[in-house]
Protein backbone atom coordinates (compact mmCIF):
# COMPACT_ATOMS: atom_id res chain seq x y z
CA UNK A 1 0.00 0.00 0.00
CA UNK A 2 2.67 2.46 1.29
CA UNK A 3 5.66 3.76 -0.77
CA UNK A 4 8.88 3.91 1.21
CA UNK A 5 9.73 5.84 4.03
CA UNK A 6 9.92 9.78 3.32
CA UNK A 7 13.36 10.86 3.71
CA UNK A 8 12.31 15.03 4.29
CA UNK A 9 9.79 16.72 5.90
CA UNK A 10 8.60 17.68 2.10
CA UNK A 11 8.26 14.15 1.00
CA UNK A 12 6.24 13.47 3.73
CA UNK A 13 3.98 16.58 3.58
CA UNK A 14 3.71 15.59 -0.38
CA UNK A 15 2.85 12.43 0.57
CA UNK A 16 0.31 13.56 3.07
CA UNK A 17 -1.47 15.91 0.08
CA UNK A 18 -1.91 12.93 -1.90
CA UNK A 19 -3.22 10.54 0.48
CA UNK A 20 -6.09 13.09 1.39
CA UNK A 21 -6.46 13.69 -2.71
CA UNK A 22 -7.54 9.98 -2.40
CA UNK A 23 -9.91 10.40 0.46
CA UNK A 24 -11.56 13.22 -1.36
CA UNK A 25 -12.00 11.09 -4.59
CA UNK A 26 -12.75 8.07 -2.19
CA UNK A 27 -15.93 10.00 -0.12
CA UNK A 28 -16.68 11.09 -3.52
CA UNK A 29 -16.94 8.24 -5.26
CA UNK A 30 -19.05 6.45 -2.29
CA UNK A 31 -21.48 9.40 -2.35
CA UNK A 32 -22.08 9.10 -6.02
CA UNK A 33 -22.91 5.36 -5.35
CA UNK A 34 -24.87 5.89 -2.63
CA UNK A 35 -27.17 7.97 -4.88
CA UNK A 36 -26.96 5.93 -7.90
CA UNK A 37 -26.52 2.25 -6.73
CA UNK A 38 -29.61 1.03 -4.64
CA UNK A 39 -28.26 -1.26 -2.03
CA UNK A 40 -24.61 -0.18 -2.41
CA UNK A 41 -22.31 -1.24 0.57
CA UNK A 42 -19.60 1.58 0.72
CA UNK A 43 -17.78 -0.62 3.42
CA UNK A 44 -14.67 -1.42 1.12
CA UNK A 45 -14.50 2.41 0.26
CA UNK A 46 -14.61 3.62 3.79
CA UNK A 47 -12.08 0.84 5.08
CA UNK A 48 -9.09 2.44 2.31
CA UNK A 49 -10.17 5.99 3.83
CA UNK A 50 -9.29 4.60 7.45
CA UNK A 51 -6.15 3.10 5.94
CA UNK A 52 -5.10 6.56 4.35
CA UNK A 53 -5.70 8.70 7.49
CA UNK A 54 -3.27 6.18 9.60
CA UNK A 55 -1.37 6.49 7.37
CA UNK A 56 -1.37 10.30 7.11
CA UNK A 57 -1.49 10.14 11.32
CA UNK A 58 2.08 7.96 10.96
CA UNK A 59 3.74 10.56 8.59
CA UNK A 60 3.00 13.63 10.66
CA UNK A 61 4.10 11.91 13.61
CA UNK A 62 7.60 11.21 11.44
CA UNK A 63 7.78 15.06 10.25
CA UNK A 64 9.17 16.80 13.43
CA UNK A 65 12.18 13.84 13.56
CA UNK A 66 12.82 14.71 9.22
CA UNK A 67 15.72 16.81 8.12
Known amino acids: MGM ?5 K ?7 AKLQGNIAR ?4 IA ?3 A ?3 GFNP ?6 IAD ?3 EIAK ?3 KIPSLP
Open 26 to 29: EQAS
Open 10 to 16: AEARERI
Open 32 to 34: HAK
Open 52 to 54: WKA
Open 36 to 38: TIK
Open 4 to 8: SSPKT
Open 59 to 61: LRA
Open 43 to 48: SCGRSR
